[in-house]
């Protein structure tokens, strides 16, 4: 078996490991990215919708525009790319089997590294109720996958389970798309993402049923319906308070947990932080994790937005580029303290200043 050698390599490419191999070949390094998926962008494709806050974070300028930017940068800063590989496994020595195709034929490869980023993103979470199982029933992101990427409306009534920001904004989406979206559930008794979203889905009609949950989906050969109810203070539905919609899709936005298989599997150590996930590798403010030369960003190392996983690759693929030689510490000091501070504003606000806090706790319990 062939063993090829490389000097970093990043593993995913969404916004973090896009950004990681932008900073670490900019600087110099010889950098590999490996991707499961036909195209690099992760997220990002899906994201038809304008980014807001500030313009240093992309504010007035579409997900998939800043994809495209990306992708363009990584190919002038010469970044190696495999697509359609998967990365199986993460090995002593700093050694990554991946599974690609060459020639025709699927073989795994092993590569060799110096140095590696692990950005391989989130994955949802599912919640169980009678019927879960039935077609129609899915999550808020392959939704997302069907409309933006695939151009493929999974339903035309939909019920949205979950009002956060992926549930407000897939739902919004859904309805440019041409779905109704009949409503959207939420268990607490207080809409979960930004009131910019919620805003434009109120307005354009759709009830919100807070405080409740759904309780079964319905239907022979898939979904015709969803029964939801309000729940107590112990999360429990309340007898008699049951409400029957006429459904044929039921999305699930309940959230997101750090995918975190090949960290595991290398033994990295873990901390357990809810705000951001769940499990997550623990790292430091280099976002190098306990073992020395194996980096973390975007959602594994905490479930945030597309711009802190871009800032937190861009903060890896730094460092990584300094630990090789190719940027001064010096240098590589005042690069990494202003991405730190635009880090720090996006972590402002009531949303922000929580994960900000779970950020910090976690760095204290760091390494």
Not at 202 to 229: S, W
Not at 321 to 328: R, S, V
Request: hydrophobic fraction near 45%.
């Amino acid at each position: 078996m062939q063993v090829f050698k490389k000097e970093v390599v990043v593993v995913g490419g969404g916004p973090a490991g896009l950004a990681a191999a932008i900073e670490s070949a900019k600087a110099g390094a010889e950098v590999l990215l490996v991707d499961e998926n036909k195209k690099p962008g992760g997220q990002l494709f899906k994201q038809i919708h304008k980014f807001f806050g500030s313009r240093e974070h992309n504010a007035g300028i579409r997900g998939f525009k800043i994809g495209e930017a990306l992708l363009d940068e990584n190919e002038k800063a010469g970044v190696e790319v495999w697509l359609n590989s998967a990365a199986i496994g993460l090995f002593k020595d700093k050694k990554v089997a991946i599974v690609r195709e060459n020639g025709g034929v699927r073989k795994t490869e092993v590569v060799h590294a110096q140095k590696i980023l692990l950005a391989c993103g989130a994955s949802e979470n599912a919640i169980n109720f009678p019927g879960w199982t039935l077609p129609g029933v899915m999550s808020a992101g392959a939704a997302q996958t069907f409309i933006n990427v695939h151009r493929v409306l999974p339903g035309k009534r939909v019920l949205m389970v979950g009002s956060g920001n992926v549930g407000l904004i897939v739902s919004y989406q859904l309805m440019q798309a041409g779905a109704d979206v009949v409503g959207i559930v939420e268990g607490m008794n207080k809409i979960g993402g930004y009131g910019v979203h919620a805003a434009k889905v109120k307005r354009a009609g759709v009830p919100f049923y807070l405080a409740h949950t759904i309780v079964k989906a319905e239907g022979d050969e898939q979904v015709t319906r969803a029964v939801i109810a309000k729940v107590d203070e112990n999360w429990q539905p309340i007898p008699g308070s049951e409400k029957a919609l006429d459904v044929d899709t039921i999305c699930l936005a309940v959230g997101l947990r750090p995918l975190a298989e090949l960290a595991w599997m290398h033994d990295l150590e873990f901390d357990f932080i809810p705000e951001l996930g769940g499990w997550m590798p623990r790292h430091d403010d280099n976002m190098e994790s306990s073992v020395p030369g194996i980096y973390v960003a975007g959602d594994i190392a905490g479930v945030e937005e597309a711009n802190t996983a871009m800032d937190e690759g861009r903060l890896a693929g730094t460092a990584m580029a300094e630990a090789l030689g190719y940027i001064t510490p010096g240098e590589a000091f005042l690069r990494k303290e202003e991405i730190r501070k635009r880090l720090a504003a996006l972590r402002q606000g009531p949303f922000g200043a929580k994960r900000q806090a779970a950020k910090e706790r976690a760095l204290g319990r760091g390494i």
